[in-house]
């Protein structure tokens, strides 16, 4: 199973929100590749990436701090604000391994489906979810789509890989949905990136039993809470969880 530490960006620094709430944000560093270079230090592969002020004002920004993380050894996932076939090739032009469609794949699924087959596994899709429904522009829409059925009609449609946030979880250190990601392993041929509120040892070693595909881990790793060195361990089947 994989680890994505999550680095959040916001006016070019690393932040973390609670439950998608630009009004509680916690500013943890103001270097991200800093921040990212521990990551690697720690023997981290991969990182997940989000232009928080691209997600709210629907145009990516963070340039500059994303060029600088696509530079270090690691394969990087963006999100934020990609609405356009533009956009998307402008991430990948700035390094970036993996580019996450958030609102585009709920209000454009034909250009969706265009870029999953122009692409392949370049491109996931990012299903926010808060009380079972996708929510989408920063998390401060809803749409009609459940979560379980927006998973299956992208895995009907061509998408290999998606990025599942229990949005009520995320950020409050208060556990993950497992519930949820057990009920999507039914759906074949996709591959399944969890998200939001996961906390505890435990939890990444039920997910790795689950056969979930990915784990990110944000605000766990900046508090303290976990250790990312054993997190790698754990999802590797190399350590116990405590």
Request: hydrophobic share 45%.
């Amino acid at each position: 199973m994989l680890i994505f530490p999550a680095i959040d960006l916001r006016a070019g620094r690393v932040v973390r929100l609670a439950q998608g709430d630009y009004d509680r944000m916690t500013v943890y560093a103001e270097d991200p590749a800093e921040v990212a270079q521990g990551f690697v230090r720690s023997g981290a592969k991969y990182l997940h990436t989000v232009d928080l002020d691209g997600a709210r004002d629907g145009n990516p920004q963070n340039r500059a701090a994303i060029r600088e993380l696509c530079r270090l050894p690691l394969f990087v996932e963006l999100g934020g604000g990609i609405r356009t076939q533009a956009d998307v090739e402008n991430a990948f032009s700035l390094g970036v391994s993996r580019v996450i469609l958030g609102t585009m794949a709920t209000e454009d699924f034909p250009l969706t489906q265009r870029l999953a087959q122009l692409y392949g596994d370049k491109i996931a899709v990012g299903v926010d979810v808060k009380d079972g429904r996708v929510a989408v522009r920063g998390w401060r829409e809803m749409t009609d789509f459940t979560g379980y059925e927006f998973c299956r009609k992208l895995a009907d449609t061509g998408i290999s890989t998606i990025i599942y946030t229990d949005i009520s979880r995320d950020g409050l250190l208060m556990g993950a949905n497992l519930a949820a990601y057990e009920e999507l392993q039914s759906i074949g041929g996709l591959n399944v990136i969890a998200s939001g509120g996961i906390a505890f040892e435990r939890e990444i070693a039920a997910l790795r039993r689950l056969g979930t595909y990915g784990v990110i881990v944000g605000k766990a790793l900046y508090t303290g809470k976990l250790s990312l060195a054993r997190v790698l361990k754990i999802a590797q089947g190399e350590e116990p969880a405590c």
